[in-house]
């Protein structure tokens, strides 16, 4: 019998145009980037330094991204992949670093638990049939809380040189070992997807997975191969991770799944499923990590990135749908020949699905498979109605990527406590390394009025600030205005460029340290305000060995000992000093025996500090207890959270602690919702307005109140002091005054202290 054969005349341009269509957008925008930026920063942007930066930023999401087509193409979604990171590097971490395993094996067996959670995703979606959306994101919460349970706060560091190797090496020659190892999961997958069964059942199933299960296609178990796939290249990117930051901690790796769910639709793989392209999920993770590099390079201010980083998604998304010119009621327009949806071509191609004698589809008729072909193409209505869903959530988040008395004021008084047990704590002590009298003179230069710069200028010095400005906490935008009007009180030039994130941002935090090292002749003064200690102490390693600026860190807390390099100055207000103040006040005022309730913050070493010490202290001296300790996150959703099941699961806590601002605002409002706010003594942390505001409300009891403004005004003093070569008159540890604002001040005291405190950034909501 004859049989039909395909045409043998020549193809069609839509047929040719077929196979890059995918790449054409996120392409286009790639070309008009290199194109600005060749206009615009030549020198710096084309560098050989820099285009390594370029792509050793992408390769930490090609692993991810390269499975994430295999989720997407088949309708699916994971949203759990940055805690599946998270959670294997914690496991790979305690096994180097408290059992002993090598570091080879330890990664190996990360790789191995990541296969695990994928595994567990899979069989959660297609065994117990819970929506993918909600499935991973309910797994994110499973694997984010062993991550905190396991870690207990923890920030594990230190690695051996081979997982350094792994996230930020070189092989012989120039190219960053992590781009090798991203490039080659890139080319893993575009084989598993162009040449194995695997990938074109994952096409057919994505086309319409009812159809595909009735043509033979085992569609669960191909399922699970994906989710599969995509835990153990999660885990590959969470070591990476940790051998990019040389440590790593339970929070670390928040923002994956919309980074890579970003790249991989921008590179042309549908959310609707059924058409995947692993050149184009390549090319979206480029587009994205070129786009962050060129604003950083052209020093954009962190919030107009955003709105950058969202025209460019929308853009690369919307031209390729131009070009294709596709609806849901079929193709029409420019690509209009392109009729044959692709799940058909593969399967044909590949000889359709298992014929094995005995398979349900060796029993099929020619009609029968034609009549299933015809329905691959519809699509469902409550499938639709499920990703337009994602797209909204995709929509709203996905600029996250790119992706935050007087007189005694007056001369420093206020109370500082040193620090006991020197020897059993991991940083710096004030009195371990600052000279006799150089802190206490620093502190009273500050309080006071400035006196003016007697040196000149040729130039404004360049300074450049890295911190988490675009956090919900006032600490960096208030020292950044205390400390350039106290410059401009002592008659000082400058020129400022920020590279703001948000605190727990530190894979961002490492792009921009690695960004500012490079371009270190631009830059006099760099200003480092860490994510966290402990994750950035690499990067301020780094940036205080460098010989072309002057090094300094804003911090929460004192230094860590173990840095090799350490900046020229510590700029702090000590958590730990600040607990110790705080335990003093609250012994003396409410006695012993008290039982308490705690708002925490996120696990590390500002939270272990700010109340661990705290808890420490008031249980040794005072015999507290505590009934119940609640990690908000820094969140005001959080305090009111922990409050509402503290006011109704532990009524004998009498007293609420806070670990910052947002959290005592959100207990605040959690006992005045209820009635509660003169019944149970609350403290916050840090003495902002909003805290002062509540003291005098009457709903607030007590806070450890920073002089807010210290911290800029004695960096700016810092800045003086070098440019009239009297560096070494400033001390290692700069501490800022820490005093107690509570409601038994009368409203002129509390003024007073509010006026010194923010005498330069102004009391009240901030104007930048």
């Not at 980083?309 to 070009?323: F, M, P, Q």
């Not at 959080?638 to 959290?663: C, F, K, R, V």
């Not at 001040?745 to 006026?755: F, P």
């Amino acid at each position: 019998m004859a049989t039909a054969t395909q045409s043998d005349g020549p193809m069609k341009l839509s047929d040719r145009i077929e196979p890059f269509l995918a790449i054409i957008g996120p392409m286009v925008m790639i070309l008009a980037i290199l194109l600005f930026m060749g206009i615009a920063e030549p020198a710096r942007y084309f560098r050989l330094s820099n285009l390594n930066l370029i792509l050793l930023d992408a390769a930490l999401y090609m692993p991810m991204a390269m499975a994430m087509t295999f989720v997407i193409t088949q309708r699916g979604i994971d949203l759990s992949i940055g805690s599946v990171a998270a959670l294997s590097s914690i496991i790979m971490a305690f096994l180097i670093k408290q059992y002993g395993f090598s570091a080879p094996v330890a990664i190996a067996i990360a790789l191995l638990l990541g296969a695990v959670f994928g595994l567990i995703n899979g069989l959660v979606i297609t065994k117990f049939k819970v929506p993918d959306l909600i499935g991973t994101l309910a797994m994110d919460l499973v694997y984010r809380g062993f991550a905190l349970v396991i870690a207990k706060g923890l920030v594990l560091a230190r690695f051996p040189e081979i997982m350094t190797d792994i996230g930020r090496g070189q092989i012989p020659g120039f190219i960053p070992l992590p781009v090798v190892i991203g490039l080659f999961t890139m080319v893993l997958g575009y084989w598993l997807l162009k040449k194995t069964y695997f990938g074109r059942y994952t096409v057919a199933i994505g086309s319409n997975p009812e159809a595909a299960e009735m043509t033979g296609i085992a569609v669960d178990r191909y399922k699970i191969y994906a989710y599969v796939l995509m835990g153990a290249s999660a885990a590959l990117a969470g070591v990476m991770l940790t051998g990019k930051l040389n440590a790593i901690q339970a929070t670390s790796a928040p923002y994956f799944n919309l980074h890579v769910i970003a790249a991989v639709v921008v590179g042309g793989t549908s959310l609707f499923g059924g058409r995947a392209s692993m050149l184009g999920s390549l090319a979206g993770v480029l587009l994205l990590s070129m786009m962050i590099n060129a604003l950083v390079t052209l020093r954009i201010e962190f919030f107009w990135q955003s709105v950058a980083s969202g025209v460019v998604i929308v853009s690369s998304v919307a031209l390729y749908t131009w070009l294709q010119k596709k609806d849901r009621d079929g193709a029409k327009g420019l690509l209009a020949g392109l009729k044959t949806p692709e799940s058909l071509r593969l399967l044909r191609l590949s000889g359709g699905p298992d014929r094995r004698p005995g398979s349900l589809a060796s029993h099929w008729n020619s009609a029968r498979r034609q009549s299933c072909r015809q329905r691959l193409s519809p699509l469902s209505a409550d499938f639709i109605n499920r990703e337009e869903l994602v797209m909204k959530l995709l929509k709203s988040t996905l600029c996250i990527l790119m992706l935050t008395g007087t007189s005694a004021l007056a001369q420093g008084n206020l109370p500082l406590k040193e620090l006991p047990g020197h020897a059993d704590r991991d940083y710096w002590v004030p009195g371990e390394v600052n000279a006799e009298g150089k802190l206490e003179a620093l502190q009273a230069v500050v309080g006071g009025e400035g006196v003016a710069f007697s040196g000149t200028q040729d130039k404004p010095v360049e300074i450049a600030l890295i911190y988490p400005s675009a956090d919900t906490s006032d600490f960096w935008a208030r020292n950044y205005l205390a400390m350039t009007k106290r410059l401009d009180e002592l008659g000082i030039k400058y020129n400022t460029t920020e590279f703001a994130s948000r605190q727990i941002e530190h894979s961002l935090q490492s792009t921009y340290a690695n960004q500012v090292a490079q371009d270190g002749d631009i830059y006099d003064y760099v200003i480092f305000g860490p994510s966290e200690l402990a994750i950035q102490a690499d990067n301020i390693d780094k940036l205080a060995g460098t010989d072309d600026f002057t090094t300094y860190v804003w911090a929460f807390h004192t230094p860590l000992k173990d840095l090799k390099n350490q900046p020229d100055v510590w700029f702090d207000f000590s958590s730990a000093a600040g607990a110790l103040v705080m335990c003093d006040y609250m012994l003396e005022r409410l006695g012993n025996g008290i039982t308490m309730a705690m708002n925490r913050g996120i696990p590390g070493i500002t939270d272990n500090q700010r109340s661990g010490d705290f808890k420490d202290c008031v249980m040794e001296k005072g015999d507290w207890k505590v009934a119940y300790e609640h990690y908000g996150e820094y969140q005001r959703e959080g305090g009111y959270e922990g409050t509402s099941l503290i006011l109704q699961a532990y009524p004998e806590a009498t007293i609420i602690h806070n670990a910052n601002t947002a959290m005592a605002m959100g207990s605040v409002e959690a006992q005045v919702a209820v009635g509660k706010e003169k019944e149970v003594f609350s403290t916050g942390w840090g003495g902002t307005g909003l805290e002062l505001d509540a003291i005098r409300r009457g709903e607030l009891d007590a806070t450890p109140m920073r002089m807010g403004d210290d911290v800029g005004a004695a960096t700016a003093e810092a800045i003086k002091a070098d440019l009239e070569n009297r560096a070494d008159e400033l001390p290692l540890v700069f501490l800022g005054r820490i005093t107690v604002a509570h409601d038994q001040l009368s409203a002129e005291e509390l003024d007073a202290l509010q006026t010194e405190a923010f005498r330069f950034s102004g009391v009240g909501a901030l104007e930048r």
